[in-house]
């Protein structure tokens, strides 16, 4: 599905936009269960850090045969589901996500992930699209990080201001359906959303079974950070085998 350039990108500039995208028929679909999610829970509203603990009808875009290739293509044949999230951004008053490395919060040892954005609604500069700094993963490092005490934000984590140069950030415009795939090590943030239309973006979180998903660091992280606690997140094995033998999972594809 990548193609050897698209691979290309994503290597040297730290994410890729390949040109597969999800149907209007699915995309109703995932409205649908976002509308009747929050129906249910009001607080997530903006910001769902664990979909699947509500309603495993969202597993079944993680099984897209397309999207399991690319991923494979980029992190090899064994790799596992850990997370799905969804960043709501409702129109007139979405929250900013601050300029963040996704690693800061995982508990993944060795640290290695490929995060996959789809584009439930048309994501543009208007209404707070996704926006990265290119290259910024080589070196795989993650960079200084403090907490952040404002409430209009989704996350909680914010690089220090001397990490990153705005000047050189990037904005991932994406039609409806459209998908862009970012390493863990990426930085990244976006803009509120103060539009008349809603941005809502839904996150795949797959990472290689050669690296372990530590409960322990997350319940540490958890306690440090004041955040969701990444330990109680469900494995599921998506391709492959567990090759560092240490995974537990609790549903096979």
Not at 119 to 137: F, H, K, M, W, Y
Not at 240 to 249: A, E, I, L, S, Y
């Amino acid at each position: 599905m990548l193609t050897d350039a698209q691979l290309e990108h994503y290597r040297d500039r730290g994410y890729v936009i390949p040109g597969f995208r999800l149907d209007e028929a699915v995309l109703e679909d995932l409205r649908a269960d976002h509308a009747r999610l929050v129906a249910r829970h009001p607080e997530l509203r903006q910001y769902c850090p664990n979909l699947l603990a509500y309603d495993l009808r969202f597993l079944e875009v993680a099984r897209t045969p397309e999207i399991v290739e690319m991923v494979g293509q980029i992190l090899g044949p064994d790799f596992a589901l850990w997370n799905s999230s969804l960043f709501a951004k409702p129109a007139a008053d979405g929250k900013r996500t601050p300029w963040h490395q996704d690693g800061q919060y995982w508990p993944i040892r060795p640290l290695a992930t490929c995060t996959v954005w789809i584009a439930l609604d048309d994501s543009t500069t208007e209404n707070g699209c996704l926006r990265v700094i290119p290259g910024s993963q080589h070196g795989q490092r993650l960079r200084a990080h403090r907490k952040t005490e404002a409430t209009d934000v989704t996350l909680n984590q914010e690089l220090l201001e001397s990490e990153y140069d705005l000047a050189q950030a990037a904005d991932i415009v994406l039609q409806a359906g459209q998908m862009s795939l970012h390493d863990v090590y990426l930085l990244h943030g976006s803009e509120p959303n103060f539009s008349p239309r809603p941005r809502r973006g839904m996150t795949l979180r797959f990472m290689p079974t050669t690296s372990y998903f530590d409960r322990d660091i997350a319940r540490q992280q958890a306690r440090e950070f004041a955040l969701a606690d990444h330990s109680l997140r469900t494995l599921y094995l998506m391709s492959g085998v567990d090759r560092c033998g240490r995974n537990d999972f609790r549903l096979r594809r």
